[in-house]
């Protein structure tokens, strides 16, 4: 049984910083695309940062320059680091995978998701 579980949320104030984690199991991180989507209230899941192995595909235009997305193999897990956020940032954060080629734009495509960590920005 594949499982992702995502930690590090949490309530952070405008320009500060957030790390995300994600760990797994039931699969090897190296054999899949990884990514991070979010998810605010009344709005579609949308991706945030995608990478294939070593290979850093996507990151949202809205994210560029704040987040980074990285990944150790060895630890089955993934992480995204989080500065400036600004408060358009919040919503919940799911971590999930997919046999490539993935389609970012179409989440409901990727076969694996966590339950989501909550990030709420908010002075």
């Known amino acids: 049984e594949v499982q992702l579980v995502e930690s590090g949320g949490g309530l952070v104030q405008p320009g500060g910083s957030l790390s995300l984690s994600c760990g797994g199991s039931?699969?090897?991180?190296?054999?899949?695309?990884m990514g991070w989507f979010r998810q605010a209230p009344g709005k579609e899941r949308e991706g945030v940062a995608v990478?294939?192995?070593?290979?850093?595909?996507y990151y949202a235009d809205s994210v560029k320059g704040r987040f980074t997305i990285s990944q150790e193999n060895a630890e089955n897990t993934m992480y995204l680091q989080m500065n400036s956020l600004k408060p358009e940032d919040t919503g919940m954060y799911f971590c999930?995978?997919?046999?490539?080629?993935?389609?970012?734009?179409?989440?409901?495509?990727?076969?694996?998701w966590g339950q989501g960590t909550q990030v709420t920005v908010a002075s």
């Open positions: 990478r294939t192995g070593d290979i850093i595909t």
């Open positions: 039931g699969l090897t991180f190296d054999g899949y695309t």
């Open positions: 999930a995978a997919d046999p490539p080629p993935c389609r970012v734009g179409e989440p409901a495509t990727w076969d694996y």
